[in-house]
């Protein structure tokens, strides 16, 4: 399982921001996929 699919089915019930924010930090959560996680998406 890639770090991003573990972290869409680990946040927000088991892993906190804080930790997602970590793994951006080491460079295995891009930018982009932490967005993705942690901003719900904008509906019309």
């Given amino acids: 399982m890639k770090v991003f ?3 869409a089915a680990y946040y ?3 892993w906190d921001k ?3 924010e970590a ?3 080491a ?3 891009t930018e982009e996929e932490f ?4 901003e719900p998406e904008k509906k019309d």
């Fill in 12 to 14: 927000p019930r088991l």
């Fill in 23 to 25: 793994l951006v930090k």
């Fill in 5 to 7: 699919e573990m972290a």
């Fill in 35 to 38: 967005r993705s996680l942690v």
């Fill in 18 to 20: 804080s930790r997602l």
């Fill in 27 to 29: 460079g295995r959560l």
